[in-house]
Protein backbone atom coordinates (compact mmCIF):
# COMPACT_ATOMS: atom_id res chain seq x y z
CA UNK A 1 0.00 0.00 0.00
CA UNK A 2 2.65 1.81 0.95
CA UNK A 3 4.51 1.50 -2.27
CA UNK A 4 1.68 2.56 -4.33
CA UNK A 5 1.27 5.76 -2.64
CA UNK A 6 4.92 6.06 -3.42
CA UNK A 7 4.94 5.27 -7.19
CA UNK A 8 1.33 7.46 -7.26
CA UNK A 9 3.26 10.26 -5.58
CA UNK A 10 5.93 10.40 -7.88
CA UNK A 11 3.81 10.20 -10.73
CA UNK A 12 1.65 13.24 -9.76
CA UNK A 13 4.89 15.17 -8.39
CA UNK A 14 6.40 14.71 -12.11
CA UNK A 15 2.98 15.66 -13.93
CA UNK A 16 2.83 18.90 -11.93
CA UNK A 17 6.81 19.36 -13.03
CA UNK A 18 6.03 18.63 -16.79
CA UNK A 19 2.54 20.80 -16.82
CA UNK A 20 3.94 24.04 -14.66
CA UNK A 21 7.48 23.87 -15.84
CA UNK A 22 6.90 23.67 -19.49
CA UNK A 23 8.41 26.40 -21.66
CA UNK A 24 6.39 29.25 -23.04
CA UNK A 25 7.05 29.60 -26.66
CA UNK A 26 6.38 32.98 -27.65
CA UNK A 27 4.28 33.29 -30.75
CA UNK A 28 5.82 34.71 -33.69
CA UNK A 29 5.23 38.20 -34.01
CA UNK A 30 4.74 38.80 -38.05
CA UNK A 31 7.95 41.30 -39.13
CA UNK A 32 6.60 44.73 -40.50
CA UNK A 33 8.18 45.37 -44.27
CA UNK A 34 9.59 48.35 -45.07
CA UNK A 35 9.15 48.99 -48.88
CA UNK A 36 12.51 50.66 -50.26
CA UNK A 37 11.77 54.58 -50.39
CA UNK A 38 12.22 56.04 -54.12
CA UNK A 39 15.02 57.55 -53.88
CA UNK A 40 15.46 61.32 -53.84
CA UNK A 41 16.31 63.25 -56.74
CA UNK A 42 19.15 65.99 -56.70
CA UNK A 43 18.79 69.45 -57.29
CA UNK A 44 21.31 70.46 -60.23
CA UNK A 45 23.62 73.13 -58.74
CA UNK A 46 26.93 74.70 -59.43
CA UNK A 47 29.94 73.66 -56.90
CA UNK A 48 32.09 76.51 -58.63
CA UNK A 49 31.55 80.50 -58.40
CA UNK A 50 30.18 81.62 -61.60
CA UNK A 51 29.84 85.22 -60.45
CA UNK A 52 32.73 85.92 -63.56
CA UNK A 53 31.17 83.81 -65.98
CA UNK A 54 29.63 84.96 -69.07
CA UNK A 55 26.33 85.10 -70.19
CA UNK A 56 24.89 83.13 -73.51
CA UNK A 57 23.85 85.50 -76.10
CA UNK A 58 20.34 85.13 -77.06
CA UNK A 59 17.87 87.40 -78.82
CA UNK A 60 13.57 87.90 -79.00
CA UNK A 61 13.35 84.08 -79.89
CA UNK A 62 15.18 83.16 -77.12
CA UNK A 63 13.02 82.98 -73.59
CA UNK A 64 16.09 81.68 -71.75
CA UNK A 65 19.36 82.66 -71.06
CA UNK A 66 22.54 80.39 -68.89
CA UNK A 67 26.42 81.59 -69.14
CA UNK A 68 29.80 79.46 -70.11
CA UNK A 69 32.77 79.88 -68.01
CA UNK A 70 35.49 83.27 -69.23
CA UNK A 71 37.87 80.34 -70.25
CA UNK A 72 35.49 78.89 -73.04
CA UNK A 73 34.17 81.00 -76.25
CA UNK A 74 30.34 81.74 -78.29
CA UNK A 75 30.65 81.14 -81.64
CA UNK A 76 27.68 81.17 -84.29
CA UNK A 77 28.37 78.71 -86.85
CA UNK A 78 25.49 77.51 -89.61
CA UNK A 79 23.69 75.35 -86.62
CA UNK A 80 23.53 77.44 -83.95
CA UNK A 81 25.57 78.50 -81.58
CA UNK A 82 28.46 76.55 -80.48
CA UNK A 83 30.55 76.76 -77.16
CA UNK A 84 34.36 75.02 -76.16
CA UNK A 85 36.69 75.53 -74.39
CA UNK A 86 39.06 77.78 -76.19
CA UNK A 87 42.38 76.00 -78.07
CA UNK A 88 40.27 72.50 -77.84
CA UNK A 89 38.53 71.44 -80.88
CA UNK A 90 38.14 67.95 -79.26
CA UNK A 91 34.90 69.09 -77.89
CA UNK A 92 32.00 71.09 -78.73
CA UNK A 93 28.55 72.11 -76.98
CA UNK A 94 25.48 73.16 -78.80
CA UNK A 95 22.16 74.32 -77.17
CA UNK A 96 18.57 73.17 -79.38
CA UNK A 97 16.03 75.86 -78.38
CA UNK A 98 12.93 74.36 -77.36
CA UNK A 99 10.09 73.86 -79.38
CA UNK A 100 6.92 71.56 -79.73
CA UNK A 101 7.30 67.72 -80.41
CA UNK A 102 4.21 66.54 -79.35
CA UNK A 103 5.71 64.26 -76.81
CA UNK A 104 5.92 63.99 -73.36
CA UNK A 105 9.12 64.39 -71.56
CA UNK A 106 9.45 60.38 -70.10
CA UNK A 107 7.61 59.71 -73.47
CA UNK A 108 11.29 61.52 -75.22
CA UNK A 109 13.83 60.23 -73.11
CA UNK A 110 12.45 56.85 -73.14
CA UNK A 111 12.55 56.70 -76.81
CA UNK A 112 16.07 58.22 -76.71
CA UNK A 113 17.78 55.54 -74.53
CA UNK A 114 16.05 52.89 -77.10
CA UNK A 115 17.89 54.82 -79.74
CA UNK A 116 19.83 51.26 -81.28
CA UNK A 117 22.32 53.51 -83.38
CA UNK A 118 23.90 54.57 -79.57
CA UNK A 119 25.23 52.25 -76.72
CA UNK A 120 24.27 54.03 -73.52
CA UNK A 121 26.84 54.51 -71.02
CA UNK A 122 25.20 56.52 -67.97
CA UNK A 123 21.87 58.35 -67.17
CA UNK A 124 21.10 60.60 -64.64
CA UNK A 125 17.90 62.47 -63.44
CA UNK A 126 17.75 65.85 -61.91
CA UNK A 127 15.64 68.32 -60.61
CA UNK A 128 16.69 72.30 -61.66
CA UNK A 129 14.42 74.63 -60.29
CA UNK A 130 11.56 72.71 -60.26
CA UNK A 131 12.17 71.35 -63.77
CA UNK A 132 12.87 67.66 -65.20
CA UNK A 133 16.70 67.36 -66.27
CA UNK A 134 17.43 64.21 -67.86
CA UNK A 135 21.32 63.24 -68.51
CA UNK A 136 22.67 60.67 -71.06
CA UNK A 137 25.56 59.71 -72.14
CA UNK A 138 26.36 57.39 -75.26
CA UNK A 139 28.95 56.55 -77.80
CA UNK A 140 27.76 55.75 -81.46
CA UNK A 141 27.58 51.78 -82.17
CA UNK A 142 28.07 51.76 -86.01
CA UNK A 143 30.80 55.00 -86.14
CA UNK A 144 34.31 54.18 -86.32
CA UNK A 145 34.29 57.65 -85.20
CA UNK A 146 35.33 57.51 -81.26
CA UNK A 147 33.15 59.92 -79.57
CA UNK A 148 31.17 60.39 -76.65
CA UNK A 149 28.23 62.54 -76.35
CA UNK A 150 26.68 63.96 -73.53
CA UNK A 151 23.13 64.84 -73.76
CA UNK A 152 20.67 66.99 -71.29
CA UNK A 153 17.23 67.80 -71.52
CA UNK A 154 15.53 70.31 -69.31
CA UNK A 155 11.98 70.43 -69.33
CA UNK A 156 9.25 73.00 -69.20
CA UNK A 157 11.12 75.38 -71.03
CA UNK A 158 8.79 78.31 -72.47
CA UNK A 159 9.29 79.66 -76.09
CA UNK A 160 8.00 82.35 -77.43
CA UNK A 161 5.74 83.01 -80.82
CA UNK A 162 8.28 83.01 -83.11
CA UNK A 163 6.88 79.91 -84.32
CA UNK A 164 3.77 80.99 -86.29
CA UNK A 165 2.66 77.27 -87.46
CA UNK A 166 1.88 76.81 -83.63
CA UNK A 167 2.07 79.38 -81.31
CA UNK A 168 3.92 80.12 -77.89
CA UNK A 169 4.04 77.01 -75.46
CA UNK A 170 6.72 74.67 -73.73
CA UNK A 171 9.04 72.45 -74.80
CA UNK A 172 12.38 71.00 -73.88
CA UNK A 173 15.97 72.91 -74.25
CA UNK A 174 18.74 70.26 -74.96
CA UNK A 175 22.15 70.85 -74.57
CA UNK A 176 24.43 68.57 -76.72
CA UNK A 177 28.05 67.90 -76.55
CA UNK A 178 30.73 65.89 -78.52
CA UNK A 179 33.85 64.91 -77.25
CA UNK A 180 36.24 63.15 -79.87
CA UNK A 181 39.29 64.01 -77.62
CA UNK A 182 41.21 61.05 -75.52
CA UNK A 183 39.54 58.23 -77.78
CA UNK A 184 36.31 59.98 -76.62
CA UNK A 185 36.15 58.37 -73.65
CA UNK A 186 37.64 61.03 -71.02
CA UNK A 187 34.33 63.29 -70.54
CA UNK A 188 36.72 65.86 -69.41
CA UNK A 189 34.42 68.59 -69.48
CA UNK A 190 31.64 66.16 -67.86
CA UNK A 191 30.90 69.04 -64.57
CA UNK A 192 31.50 71.83 -66.36
CA UNK A 193 28.83 70.79 -69.10
CA UNK A 194 26.33 70.05 -65.84
CA UNK A 195 27.60 73.62 -63.98
CA UNK A 196 26.58 75.35 -67.32
CA UNK A 197 22.97 73.59 -66.92
CA UNK A 198 22.69 74.74 -63.91
CA UNK A 199 22.75 78.51 -64.49
CA UNK A 200 19.75 78.23 -66.87
CA UNK A 201 17.64 80.95 -66.27
CA UNK A 202 14.27 81.51 -67.72
CA UNK A 203 13.20 85.07 -68.76
CA UNK A 204 10.59 87.10 -66.91
CA UNK A 205 9.67 84.30 -65.00
Known sequence: ??????????IGVGAWFVITGRDVVPSESTPTVTPNPTPEIQELTSNVDTSDWIESSHGESRLF????????EEQLDTTGFKYNPKNDTFFELYIKDPGRTGQSFEELTSRIIDDENFQVLMTRNYLLNGREVF??????VKEKVSEIT?????ANIPYPSAYPVHGPGFGEIVFTSYDTGNAGVSQGYFDTLLEIVSTLEVLDE
Open 135 to 140: VMTNIP
Open 1 to 10: MIALLAVGLL
Open 65 to 72: SFKYPPTW
Open 150 to 154: TEVFV
